[in-house]
Structure formats: structure tokens, C-alpha cells
């Protein structure tokens, strides 16, 4: 079973607060990745990371930031929260090649 | 054109029934193939690979490619109400950097 790790669970914050969405994996996987999906929809690429200090911004535009110091852990921070960040955010991981993913239990963040 | 197409849903069996989900995509240099479950609110499960044609069973589903025809599809035997939940489809490139998510069709299995 994949040991990907995401916290909180969930997430209530007032506009204007910064937040860090916490990530981490004990696969030793290299490849990371960040996903927003709202309920019902499609997921969306927000961020990615091959490696320590490698961080690339996915298909959809995200006012969010990520960083890769270690290995293991892949936070994203928010700087300052807005209601339009509202939806459900999915960490995964993944190996060498073409390896799967595998998903964290996500963070529901709701802006209130 | 999408690069991964899912039939649109949402699909729905009688339970028993066999669930058919399929899947195409546009890049021919694809290698990986994988077939995810998704109950509403909660994160992505892995339940089949496939990375060369034919099928491929585990348990009830079966996974079939034909990569010269470009589709990959999911066969649920059996159906249970439990199976209810959208799946997705997503294809590892050719330079197998990243999964590319189709959709998803959402399937109910009527009890």
C-alpha cells in the first residue's frame, strides 16, 4: 500500500490568511504532484516535481507555490487564501518510468 | 481533441450486469496504462495497469489494450452497488514523465 501522507484533512481559514499544505511520501519516489479538483470535476495539474530543488507549474494556472527541499516532502503554500481557492487538493507520487500514481488522502480547503 | 477521452457518462447497470468503461487517447508513443476509482470525496484508488496488448485480469475487472486501435478499456464483471464511483483512465506519454487523466465516466450499479 502506497505511504503518501497529506494534513490537515480538512481546512477552514478566513480570506487573507496564508496556509501550507502538508505532503509527504515514504516511497522514495522522485516524481511528485499536486492536483485540484472540485467536486464532480475533472482533476487539474497545479504543480509538479521531478526531483529535490525541481519544481514546475502544471496545466492549470494556480496562485499557489510549491517547494522541494527534501525528497519526501512537497508543500504547497497559499500566501493569501480567497474563497476561489475553495476545492479539494491531491498530493501523489510516483517511481521510475511509467509508474503509476498514488494519492494521498487530499485536503479539503474551504475559504470562508 | 483531448489527448485522453472517456465515454461520457454517467453510465448505469443493473447489478450482476457487466460494466463496460473505455478509453482512448492520442499519443501512440504511450506505454502505461492505468485505471483509477474514485468515490465521491475521496482520492483516486489504483486498481488496474496494463502496459501491453491484450487483457488483463484481477478479479472481476479485466483491463483490455489495443494500442493500435489507441483505446484502453475496463470490464467490471459482477457488478456490486459497491463498484459505484467514477473511474478514470490515464495514459503514461511516451517520454513517461507524467499520467494524463481523461475525465472520468461515473458508473451506478443499481441494486
Known amino acids: 500500500e502506497a505511504d503518501i501522507y497529506q494534513t490537515p484533512r480538512y481546512l477552514v481559514i478566513g480570506t487573507g490568511k496564508k496556509i501550507t499544505l502538508e505532503c509527504s511520501q515514504t516511497?522514495?519516489?522522485?516524481?511528485m504532484y499536486w492536483y485540484q479538483q472540485d467536486p464532480g470535476m475533472e482533476l487539474h495539474l497545479i504543480h509538479y516535481?521531478?526531483?529535490?530543488?525541481?519544481?514546475e507549474k502544471g496545466d492549470l494556472s494556480s496562485e499557489s507555490t510549491v517547494s522541494r527541499i527534501r525528497t519526501e516532502h512537497f508543500p504547497l503554500t497559499l500566501e493569501s487564501a480567497r474563497p476561489s481557492h475553495t476545492s479539494q487538493y491531491l498530493c501523489?507520487?510516483?517511481?521510475?518510468?511509467?509508474?503509476?500514481?498514488?494519492f494521498g488522502n487530499g485536503t479539503r480547503l474551504t475559504v470562508t | 481533441q483531448k489527448e485522453v477521452e472517456q465515454n461520457s457518462g454517467p453510465l448505469s447497470v443493473p447489478e450482476g450486469a457487466i460494466a463496460s468503461l473505455n478509453c482512448t487517447y492520442s499519443d501512440r508513443g504511450s506505454q502505461s496504462f492505468f485505471w483509477y476509482r474514485q468515490y465521491s470525496g475521496k482520492s483516486p484508488e489504483l486498481i488496474m495497469s496494463?502496459?501491453?496488448?491484450g487483457d488483463k485480469e484481477d478479479g472481476r475487472f479485466t483491463a483490455q489494450l489495443n494500442k493500435a486501435s489507441q483505446y484502453v478499456s475496463l470490464l467490471i464483471r459482477d457488478s456490486q452497488p459497491s463498484d459505484s464511483a467514477t473511474y478514470l483512465c490515464a495514459v503514461a506519454s511516451g517520454s513517461a514523465r507524467q499520467l494524463t487523466f481523461g475525465s472520468g465516466t461515473q458508473l451506478t450499479v443499481l441494486p
Open positions: 516511497m522514495g519516489h522522485d516524481k
Open positions: 501523489a507520487s510516483s517511481g521510475q518510468g511509467g509508474s503509476p500514481l498514488h
Open positions: 496494463i502496459y501491453s496488448n
Open positions: 516535481s521531478y526531483g529535490v530543488n525541481s519544481t
